[in-house]
T-cell receptor, first 113, second 114 residues
Framework: DTGVSQDPRHKITKRGQNVTFRCDPISEHNRLYWYRQTLGQGPEFLTYFQNEAQLEKSRLLSDRFSAERPKGSFSTLEIQRTEQGDSAMYLC???????????FGDGTRLSIL | DQQVKQNSPSLSVQEGRISILNCDYTNSMFDYFLWYKKYPAEGPTFLISISSIKDKNEDGRFTVFLNKSAKHLSLHIVPSQPGDSAVYFCAASEGGGSNYKLTFGKGTLLTVNP
């Protein structure tokens, strides 16, 4: 069990640029989640997948955001035309069964200059 | 509006004493609750959970109590250790398990003094 892996750990970019983050879940975990955490707040749900199907999206996920999990394994989260308000920690989690907890990665910190 | 509230931003206790962290929720559809611990520069780590059909769950030094009528839950840590110093998040879901989206509180910073 190697844990949830996220890459990169830190991304610094200029406003208006596109960024993409990657998440590798724990092997065989069929559910994968994305959350966003800003300073002083708890993680906020963005979206989640059951295998390759995206089952739910939060209203926080504007049309500049897109998430994919093409083969039901790793997932990517892309933000287009980044804005200052996108600066946050982006957390990925995965889980297996109904009452098994979500396991989180260490996150990708996005800083918009 | 905050559906999960942790009204104490911080808590300080002495090593060996009990730590009690509180959490309130407003959404009556929540039926599964979890506590996560977070160290700086790391992702949240699962601690303990409880289903709404129970009022208590215990795992070693950690016990979670659920009062559905008051929409309140608490995490007890006994005895507290310096390594318990971290931010603790309360989370809730509607699906009857942890396999659905989680709604988190803002967290409580626990400091355990030697």
């Amino acid at each position: 069990d190697t844990g949830v892996s996220q890459d990169p750990r830190h991304k610094i970019t200029k406003r208006g640029q596109n960024v993409t983050f990657r998440c590798d879940p724990i092997s065989e975990h069929n559910r994968l989640y994305w959350y966003r955490q800003t300073l002083g707040q708890g993680p906020e749900f963005l979206t989640y997948f059951q295998n390759e199907a995206q089952l739910e999206k939060s209203r926080l996920l504007s049309d500049r955001f897109s998430a994919e999990r093409p083969k039901g394994s790793f997932s990517t989260l892309e933000i287009q035309r980044t804005e200052q308000g996108d600066s946050a920690m982006y957390l990925c989690a995965s889980s297996l069964f109904r009452n098994q907890p979500q396991h989180f990665g260490d996150g990708t910190r996005l800083s918009i200059l | 509006d905050q559906q999960v509230k942790q009204n104490s931003p911080s808590l300080s206790v002495q090593e060996g004493r009990i730590s009690i962290l509180n959490c309130d929720y407003t959404n009556s559809m929540f039926d599964y609750f979890l506590w996560y611990k977070k160290y700086p520069a790391e992702g949240p780590t699962f601690l303990i959970s409880i289903s709404s059909i129970k009022d208590k769950n215990e795992d070693g030094r950690f016990t979670v109590f659920l009062n559905k009528s008051a929409k309140h839950l608490s995490l007890h840590i006994v005895p507290s250790q310096p390594g318990d110093s971290a931010v603790y998040f309360c989370a809730a879901s509607e699906g009857g398990g942890s396999n659905y989206k989680l709604t988190f509180g803002k967290g409580t910073l626990l400091t355990v003094n030697p």
